[in-house]
């Protein structure tokens, strides 16, 4: 599908940030969620985790810059038929990369059904 116009991709972004559960969101230290169009490096990625996850961190870790979860715009559009799937795919992106942030790595995510 073509892409959806970056005001509307980011209200979904917001609506799958409000499904993470209140617990959750509570535990995200020091991250920042953000929207672009592709990764310049692999334009296929729906999103990536940048920084360091809550269980590798140590006590040097105060006052470093905040963590960043990606979610790009065109690559899930790319794959998706229409705004349903888009705002389900855009839930699923969010969700995983949140659990990056929480030290799971993919292949527990895949057990969990969130790959």
């Known amino acids: 599908m073509d892409a959806i ?3 509307r991709f ?9 499904e993470v559960p209140e617990e959750l ?25 940048e920084g ?13 810059l905040p963590d960043r979860i990606m979610i790009y715009r065109a690559a899930i559009c790319d794959i998706c038929d229409d705004e349903e799937q888009v705002a389900d795919e855009v839930t699923i992106t969010v969700v ?3 659990a990056h942030h929480f030290g799971i790595d993919e292949e527990k995510l895949h057990a969990l059904g969130w790959g």
């Open 52 to 64: 360091y996850a809550l269980t590798e961190r140590g006590w040097d870790h105060s006052g470093a």
């Open 10 to 18: 980011e209200e979904l972004v917001a609506d799958a940030l409000d």
């Open 25 to 49: 969101m509570a535990l995200l230290d020091n991250v920042v969620v953000l929207v672009e169009d592709r990764n310049p490096e692999e334009p296929s990625l729906l999103g990536v985790y």
């Open 5 to 7: 116009p970056p005001r």
């Open 96 to 98: 995983h990369e949140i």
